[in-house]
């Protein structure tokens, strides 16, 4: 009697099928702990950006004004920034910058200001303050 020694087609399609299946959910959940991880960076650098604007407003008694009078790229605050944080973070794998709008203008000064940027996995924002257009999450000064 002679014993069949190998694999049947329907063992290997199912062991193909657990193995598809795995290596798909495993994708799905890096891809997803990656863009929580961007986010997390991009709200950090916001934080820096809202640090060194606060020290700027410590030693000058207000906020700087990009010249534009709306929503600039924070890379134009380089040229105030630059004795508190060099160089101006930039954001992780997008086009999009993140955004910067001098408020409560008075006398040709600004006291207030909202810092804009858009996220991959949530949707935080930070009601007091209205993003850039399609970003999603907004820092407002404190």
Same mark, same amino acid.
């Given at each position: 009697? %002679? %014993?069949?020694?190998?694999?049947?087609? *329907?063992?290997?399609?199912?062991?193909?099928? *657990?193995?598809?299946?795995?290596?798909?959910?495993?994708?799905?959940?890096?891809?997803?702990?990656?863009?929580?991880?961007?986010?997390?960076?991009? $709200?950090?650098?916001?934080?820096?950006?809202?640090?060194?604007?606060?020290? +700027?407003?410590?030693?000058?008694?207000? !906020?700087?004004?990009?010249?534009?009078?709306?929503?600039?790229?924070?890379? $134009?605050?380089?040229?105030? /920034?630059? %004795? !508190? /944080?060099?160089? *101006?973070?930039?954001?992780? %794998?997008?086009?999009?910058?993140?955004?910067?709008?001098?408020?409560?203008?008075?006398?040709?000064?600004? +006291?207030?200001?909202? /810092?804009?940027?858009?996220?991959?996995?949530?949707?935080?924002?930070?009601?007091?303050?209205?993003?850039?257009?399609?970003?999603? !999450?907004?820092? $407002?000064?404190?």
């Amino acid at each position: 009697m %002679k %014993k069949n020694q190998g694999f049947t087609l *329907i063992e290997v399609l199912v062991a193909t099928t *657990i193995i598809a299946v795995l290596t798909s959910i495993g994708v799905v959940s890096y891809q997803a702990a990656n863009r929580r991880a961007r986010d997390a960076k991009r $709200k950090a650098d916001l934080e820096q950006i809202r640090s060194a604007l606060e020290m +700027y407003r410590a030693d000058n008694n207000w !906020y700087p004004n990009t010249g534009g009078g709306g929503w600039a790229d924070t890379t $134009k605050l380089g040229t105030f /920034l630059t %004795k !508190y /944080l060099s160089p *101006i973070p930039s954001p992780p %794998k997008t086009a999009e910058a993140y955004y910067y709008e001098a408020t409560d203008s008075s006398g040709g000064h600004y +006291y207030g200001y909202c /810092l804009s940027s858009d996220m991959e996995a949530s949707n935080p924002t930070d009601s007091s303050c209205t993003p850039h257009s399609g970003h999603e !999450y907004g820092l $407002k000064s404190p």
